[in-house]
């Protein structure tokens, strides 16, 4: 695994200054991933995306997912509504790594409250939908299928935009336990807090698309790329996903390989280098800004769904005399009244 010191990554994580030579640079370079508007990126986004996902997939998936080996493989995609995670479904994982090129015969569900989605027109015969959601019933069928048949049948659930399987046991089963007995599952929803932590922190690979917020573009950064995007402190970090992360381009994180990839809309691929030795106080001195700095910097507006940290002043408690310095003054004793005549 490739990694990068401090100031050897310096070059690449300056920004590059917006001017007719970084203009006429992309020109010249043809980059069909890059327009103007990419001028800040540092220069290791520029060229050198010559690797396809699905290759990637397909043989890094080898160390759990043979047709030797019993093992199913997880994922989890994390995006904004319109970031392309229904297509990456489609294009990749349908049509190609479960699909035209697999290894062994695999039964796909599709799990969606999206069914009229253009990305599931079409689909192959062998591919179920099940278009009111997660059907737990139809994964306890599952199960028993592999209790009586001894793990012949490979599942592969696809879970997309199913914003109610948090409190759901036996989707956290299947991610947790099942993939030990040939169910691979994959989960798409809009914001990583919507998964369960048991699952986005287990998963095999995460694919970290465009976050409208900046909220959520902090959150993904500061969890999952802060190690592989270059930058002096977390909001140089996030200006950088947040120009890369746009136009149907993400990032790749594969955790059985400790690697990271910058995609492009067509799904070439090029390794980022890990970033070690970073200035620690810089960095979280960037993570201690608050969001209306930082929404302020990119230019973006705020989401008042998202929940915003608050700082709550302490209250001040009334100070009590203290007894012991200050005693208590005698009281003069009271006049008695005389009494009237009549």
Not at 92 to 115: H, L, N, Q
Not at 124 to 151: L, T, W, Y
Not at 169 to 193: C, G, H, P, W
Request: proline share 5%; glycine share 4%; with cysteine.
């Amino acid at each position: 695994m490739s990694s990068l010191t401090t100031d050897e990554c310096e070059d690449s994580s300056t920004l590059l200054p917006e001017n007719e030579d970084c203009k006429t640079m992309i020109r010249e370079n043809n980059n069909a991933h890059m327009d103007i508007d990419d001028i800040c990126l540092p220069p290791i986004y520029h060229d050198g995306f010559d690797i396809y996902l699905g290759d990637i997939l397909l043989e890094s998936k080898k160390k759990m997912q043979t047709p030797d080996k019993h093992n199913g493989v997880t994922f989890a995609l994390v995006g904004s509504s319109g970031s392309g995670k229904s297509t990456l479904l489609r294009k990749v994982f349908i049509d190609d790594v479960f699909g035209a090129r697999r290894d062994k015969d695999y039964i796909i569900t599709i799990f969606t409250e999206s069914p009229q989605s253009d990305a599931f027109n079409d689909l192959p015969k062998e591919v179920a939908m099940c278009g009111c959601g997660i059907s737990q019933d139809i994964i306890n069928a599952m199960k028993k299928q592999k209790r009586h048949f001894d793990k012949v049948f490979n599942f592969v659930n696809l879970l997309d935009d199913c914003i109610h399987l948090r409190h759901m046991n036996q989707v956290e089963k299947m991610f947790l336990i099942d993939r030990n007995t040939n169910v691979s599952s994959a989960v798409s929803l809009q914001y990583a807090n919507l998964i369960p932590k048991s699952i986005r922190t287990s998963v095999y690979y995460i694919v970290l698309m465009h976050q409208n917020t900046p909220q959520g573009a902090h959150v993904t950064v500061d969890t999952f790329l802060s190690g592989y995007i270059p930058g002096k402190n977390i909001r140089k970090k996030v200006q950088i996903y947040m120009t890369w992360a746009r136009k149907h381009r993400f990032y790749f994180l594969d955790n059985l390989n400790e690697q990271c990839f910058a995609v492009t809309a067509d799904f070439m691929c090029k390794q980022l280098p890990q970033i070690i030795d970073e200035d620690l106080d810089a960095d979280n001195e960037g993570s201690a800004m608050g969001m209306d700095d930082m929404s302020c910097t990119l230019g973006l507006e705020m989401d008042s769904d998202l929940p915003v940290p608050k700082t709550q002043t302490p209250k001040k408690r009334k100070s009590k005399p203290d007894t012991a310095q200050s005693p208590k003054t005698p009281q003069k004793p009271r006049k008695k009244r005389k009494p009237t005549k009549v």
